[in-house]
Each structure stands twice: as structure tokens, then as C-alpha cells.
């Protein structure tokens, strides 16, 4: 199980923005594709976005296209979510994984998991 750690969550008015973060330390993130999930209260967890291993391919679901912006580092170990324009239905915590198949930004065998991070949109 690979260990990552989100950050960047809180509490935003709607237009806002926010920028989370997702790093591991003790492996490397390069090899794998990496998404972002969310989850909001009485809802399953859903897809926002992925990211190839490379960078160079990404995709992201209907409902953040034009607002969100999936990104990675590699050599800083690290995924982005840049959030703009938030509404308050992106309200959810929000969870960065690894190691997840590109096409519809799946969840496979071997999906490794962050603890997740709030976001509310409220004014």
C-alpha cells in the first residue's frame, strides 16, 4: 500500500479557488497513473480527475471541466488539483490516489489511497 498525504483542503466562498496537494515520501510517484476522487456526504465516491504517469495525458469529469486543473511534479513527488470557480456542490472530501487505469479514471486492484481533505463551498 502506497502512503500519500493530501493538503490544501478548507472553506471557500463560491467563485473561490483552492489548490490541494498530494505527496508520498517514501516511494516514487512517477511510475503510476495518479486521479483525484471526492466524496460528498451520502454520495459515492466519484472520479474528478487523472493524469497520465508521464503528465502528458489528462482527463476529468463533466461536472470540473474548464474549472478544475489536474497537474504533477515528478520530480517533487507530487499531484495538484488547482480548483477554480468552486461551487457549492464541489463541496466533498477529497481524495488523491495512485496506481489507477487511465481510461475513465478507474479504480483497479491495487488503488492506493490518501486520508482525504475538506473542501466546503459556503458563503
Known amino acids: 500500500q502506497l502512503q500519500l498525504v493530501e493538503s490544501g483542503g478548507g472553506k471557500v466562498q463560491p467563485g473561490g479557488s483552492l489548490k490541494l496537494s498530494c505527496a508520498a515520501s517514501?516511494?516514487?510517484?512517477?511510475?503510476?497513473?495518479l486521479g483525484w476522487f471526492r466524496q460528498a456526504p451520502g454520495q459515492v465516491r466519484e472520479a474528478v480527475s487523472c493524469?497520465?504517469?508521464?503528465?502528458?495525458?489528462?482527463d476529468y469529469a463533466d461536472s470540473v471541466k474548464g474549472r478544475f486543473t489536474i497537474s504533477r511534479d515528478n520530480a517533487k513527488n507530487t499531484v495538484y488539483l488547482q480548483m477554480n470557480n468552486l461551487r457549492p456542490e464541489d463541496t466533498a472530501v477529497y481524495y488523491c490516489?495512485?496506481?489507477?487505469?487511465?481510461?475513465?479514471?478507474?479504480?483497479?486492484?491495487?488503488?492506493?489511497w490518501g486520508q482525504g481533505t475538506q473542501v466546503t463551498v459556503s458563503s
Open positions: 490516489a495512485a496506481r489507477i487505469a487511465m481510461d475513465g479514471c478507474t479504480v483497479v486492484s491495487g488503488t492506493s
Open positions: 493524469i497520465s504517469s508521464s503528465g502528458s495525458s489528462t
Open positions: 517514501r516511494f516514487s510517484l512517477s511510475y503510476y497513473t
